[in-house]
């Protein structure tokens, strides 16, 4: 059963930082969100958006020469040309970063699409092209090699793994300079809730800490002197 994710949820997701939004799924038992070595290709961007996710598997001689992007079914074209408007395309490339798993001419056309971002754990090649557009990049790193010399394209919107995370088509991905968390989309309404709060009382904390204060009862928050404090500073703002 695939669940929607209002827009307002993932507004609000998208000024999360992942480190916060790593920390609340931690809370409730999930340890393996963060895609491993996917990192923006340009800095201060935020992602927010559905996975629509596309598979690739080794390569075979036979089947992935240069040729292969004559077929109009060729899995990565149709995944480009099929995703929706304000989902974000997850690629699994086993993370193999020898080669890029898509370039600036697709990036473009996602973003003229309306797509709201990009995450591979391989690598994108016209990377300085692709950080120039407005849609959001995240990537084990810039590769020039066309994907087709170590990857065949195969699934389009099943699970997959990406940077080591399962990723399941609707779950939400949220992207900032540290990289991108995979939230499970039945948890995004509570998790965006409670992110909020948890986010005022870090500020709150940092303004402490620049002040002089210990962390020490403060971070995590024991000791009531502290949390009246907190009180007053909320009722302040």
């Keep these: 059963m695939t669940t929607t994710v209002s827009a307002e949820t993932l507004a609000t997701l998208k000024t999360i930082a992942t480190s916060t939004l790593t920390t609340l799924l931690f809370k409730r038992g999930f340890r393996n969100v963060f895609i491993q070595g996917a990192r923006p290709l340009k800095t201060g961007q935020r992602l927010a958006g559905p996975a629509f996710t596309l598979r690739y598997i080794p390569a075979r001689e036979d089947l992935d020469g240069i040729d292969a992007f004559l077929d109009p079914r060729h899995p990565q074209r149709v995944a480009v040309e099929e995703i929706p408007p304000g989902a974000v395309l997850v690629m699994d490339c086993r993370g193999d970063v020898s080669v890029a798993s898509a370039g600036s001419i697709l990036a473009t056309r996602m973003q003229m699409r ?124």
């Design 114 to 237: 309306g797509v709201a971002g990009i995450v591979t754990d391989g690598g994108l090649r016209d990377a300085s092209g692709i950080a120039k557009l407005e849609i959001p990049a995240w990537c084990s790193g810039p590769s020039a090699p066309t994907n087709l010399i170590r990857h065949h394209a195969l699934d389009i919107n099943a699970p997959i793994g990406c940077g080591d995370v399962p990723v399941y088509p609707g779950d939400i991905m949220v992207g900032d300079d540290d990289g991108v968390v995979c939230i499970p989309a039945h948890l995004a309404d509570e998790i965006a809730r409670d992110a909020v709060p948890m986010e005022r009382y870090e500020d709150f904390v940092l303004e402490q800490v620049r002040g002089g204060a210990s962390i020490i009862g403060l971070y995590p928050l024991t000791k009531p002197e502290n949390r009246a404090l907190f009180e007053s500073w909320l009722a302040a703002k």
